[in-house]
């Protein structure tokens, strides 16, 4: 019915009231469905007056299930469900299908006490044994964290079809139970029930989640082979399915084969794409897709806007923020968090405080916490834990990533207020939050807070248990790393490569017992994580730093890929156990290959320099390191000078290097000045060395027994 022929009905309506003040039950049904039948905005509002209005309503079905319909059918979820507790209020008789639609809209409100009551009414009249009353009862109580109650409708229906199937899939893949709902799909096949569409969906789905690949690849072939190869919905799922477990080929084949594409299509394989580390590609192919004249969704925005973040592509960012502020999407938060995530990503930070500051009234949680780590990402942390404490003046309850966000910062005289906030919110024991604590006492030093947070921790993951590992590691508790390990595993918790770089980091400590490290080794080996670079790395640093420099060989030898620790600690190792020209020997190949070097890279160089007695050309590599490659020297670098200058005997030399240092010498420096001078019997130098000494270290015995360069 069009709206002309409602208006006019509306006017025969009227004059009816006033001559009759009342309706005809027939009438009153015609006239009902009229305004249910039209899709016209602000019509179907009326509907639920003129049923008010009717003076006899009789026995059938028809009129108040029609409503019932009518306002499920206009996502007027709250409306139905009043009117459907007023039909059973009145008395009036409900059918099936209004029980079925009437847990199905409990299910989208999430309100499981209301389905629970009508689910008795369903059992009470004998409706629980329909296959729609138990696929709905299924349905709502799955939304509603009810998977128990499912199974259990599920387990007593006499009769199941495909749909009761599917729901029970969906509800096991809602709550997280992937594993179950494969087991589900497979159970559906033993027993005849042909899948359709949405089964093969939501498998595949459930598939991706839990990262049985191999099986999806199966299931696959049967969407092939049932012919809903081309169904637009199973070929989104599939090309989640091939982007999360990396076969990024595969979703492309897929994405491409589609006869259809809609707009979850185009950014499900965008977001694929991004995922993967195709950002350019994943460009491309926005650029494409803007061509299609497929309808931009708030969802691809947020995708494109992590590609600019990725790429710092600020240009076509700004391009994107126009155009959503030109399309009124500027204010929808998950847009603004993207762009203010985009900007802070490229270091445009005012524009990310002017957006933060325009989007006032819809900022959430997730924008404050952008918001936050944007400025920790800028090296302002200060200004971060500023903005939390205006967060919380704003009463904006910080959630678990804003706390894990924060403590990323670590900023010594906060890490205690964070802490006390995240136990008044209940976010200390969290998984994410107490991780973040425990690293940041373990940053600034505090030991036994850090191990009291991971004993309140209530589920460990192994990044938790990395994360305490890698502060024993930092504190040189090689005990303590090695009890902590022990205890992952008879927890029965499995070690991944960062488990096991970090009780490696930890063996290497001079107090930590060889054959712990070995043994760890062995681990990584039967666990096939020893080639991995984090943890060959750490095995080529723990057998340099224990003078194993063999077994370090070794190691560094099989490396197919090598990172900055494996070179700097091969040089550092051969240097400090007397073999300097070797370890010159790799750090030229280190230029030779034009890698990237750091501090410690020279420190290793200057230090195989001192001990193979080449002062010359420890002149030159510290040189290099200054002038060539920029790198500011450290005390521990002029040390090293000192040092070798000093082992020479060179200690005029070394004494106007010490005159020439940007700052003070520290009491490190005289020592070694010192110690050289006794060997070479130098008195005037010893002197001043022993004098400077005592200044920094009065309590250095040192500086009294080697003033004279000893006896």
């Known amino acids: 019915m069009n709206l002309q022929k409602i208006k006019s009905f509306r006017k025969i309506q009227t004059c009816y009231y006033n001559q009759f003040h009342s309706l005809h039950s027939f009438a009153s049904t015609i006239e009902l469905e009229s305004h249910g039948d039209t899709k016209e905005p602000g019509v179907f509002q009326d509907a639920p007056h003129l049923f008010d209005k009717m003076p006899q309503r009789d026995s059938s079905d028809s009129n108040h299930n029609h409503l019932l319909f009518e306002y499920a059918r206009t996502n007027n979820n709250v409306q139905a469900l009043n009117h459907f507790l007023q039909i059973r209020l009145l008395g009036l008789p409900v059918n099936g299908a209004s029980f079925s639609c009437v847990l199905k809209i409990c299910g989208s409100l999430c309100d499981q006490i209301t389905g629970k009551q009508i689910h008795c009414d369903c059992i009470k009249y004998g409706f629980v044994e329909d296959v729609s009353v138990g696929t709905s009862l299924i349905d709502m109580y799955a939304k509603t964290d009810g998977v128990g109650m499912a199974e259990k409708v599920f387990d007593e229906m006499p009769d199941r079809n495909v749909v009761s199937w599917t729901s029970m899939l969906t509800g096991y893949s809602l709550t997280g139970l992937h594993d179950r709902a494969v087991e589900l799909f497979l159970q559906m096949q033993i027993e005849g029930i042909k899948p359709n569409p949405f089964t093969f969906a939501t498998v595949l789905g459930a598939l991706a989640d839990c990262g049985a690949v191999v099986k999806g690849m199966q299931v696959h072939t049967m969407v092939v082979k049932f012919g809903f190869e081309l169904t637009t919905y199973v070929c989104n799922s599939l090309i989640s399915m091939y982007s999360k477990s990396r076969m990024i080929r595969s979703a492309k084949a897929v994405f491409d084969g589609m006869d259809v594409r809609n707009a979850v299509s185009w950014n499900g394989m965008i977001a694929g794409l991004v995922t993967n580390g195709h950002d350019l590609v994943a460009l491309d192919l926005f650029h494409k897709m803007r061509l299609s004249n497929v309808k931009l969704t708030q969802a691809i925005f947020v995708t494109i806007l992590k590609v600019c973040a990725n790429i710092k592509e600020i240009v076509f960012a700004k391009q994107i923020h126009c155009f959503v502020s030109k399309n009124g999407m ?11 995530v985009s900007y802070t990503k490229c270091s445009e930070m005012d524009d990310t405080l002017k957006l933060f500051g325009t989007m006032n009234g819809v900022n959430s949680v997730v924008t404050w916490t952008a918001m936050i780590g944007g400025l920790i990402q800028n090296g302002d942390a200060n200004k971060a834990v500023d903005l939390y404490r205006q967060m919380l003046q704003e009463r904006v309850r910080p959630n678990e990533f804003t706390y894990s966000t924060l403590l990323a910062a670590h900023p010594t005289a906060s890490v205690y207020q964070i802490h006390a906030q995240s136990i008044k919110t209940n976010y200390e024991s969290s998984t994410s939050v107490g991780t973040a604590l425990l690293d940041a006492y373990m940053k600034i030093g505090n030991h036994n807070d850090a191990i009291k947070v991971f004993e309140r921790v209530e589920e460990k993951d192994i990044v938790t248990w990395s994360a305490i590992l890698a502060g024993y590691a930092q504190s040189g508790d090689a005990d303590g790393a090695v009890r902590v390990f022990r205890q992952l595993a008879n927890d029965g918790v499995r070690p991944n490569e960062y ?27 039967k666990e096939n994580y020893n080639n991995t670079l984090c943890v ?33 600690s091969m040089i550092s190792g051969y240097a400090q156990h007397g073999y300097g020209k070797k370890a010159l020997e790799i750090f030229e190949k280190m230029r030779k290959e034009n890698l990237k070097m750091d501090d410690i890279t020279f420190i290793g160089v200057i230090t195989a320099c001192t001990h193979a007695g080449l002062v010359d050309d420890g002149e030159r590599y510290f040189n290099m390191m200054v002038k060539d490659l920029k790198i500011v020297p450290t005390s521990e670098h002029y040390s090293c000078m000192v040092d070798m200058y000093s082992r020479a005997g060179l200690l005029e030399k070394a004494t106007d290097f010490i005159n020439d240092m940007p700052f003070p010498a520290g009491a490190t420096i005289w020592r070694s000045l010192l110690a050289a001078c006794r060997v070479h019997k130098n008195v005037e130098i010893g002197k001043l060395a022993g004098d400077k000494l005592m200044l920094l270290k009065p309590q250095d015995s040192a500086a009294y027994k080697d003033r004279k360069y000893g006896s």
């Open 330 to 340: 500027e204010s929808d938060p998950n847009i603004g968090t993207a762009l203010m």
């Open 499 to 525: 488990t096991f770089s970090s009780i490696l980091n930890a063996c290497a400590s001079p107090t930590a017992a060889i054959g712990h490290g070995k043994q760890f080794h062995a681990g990584s080996v």
């Open 536 to 568: 060959s790395s750490a095995l080529v640093t723990m057998y340099a730093k224990r003078g194993d420099i063999e077994s370090a060989n070794k190691v560094f030898g099989r490396q197919t890929e090598r990172d900055l620790v494996s070179w700097n």
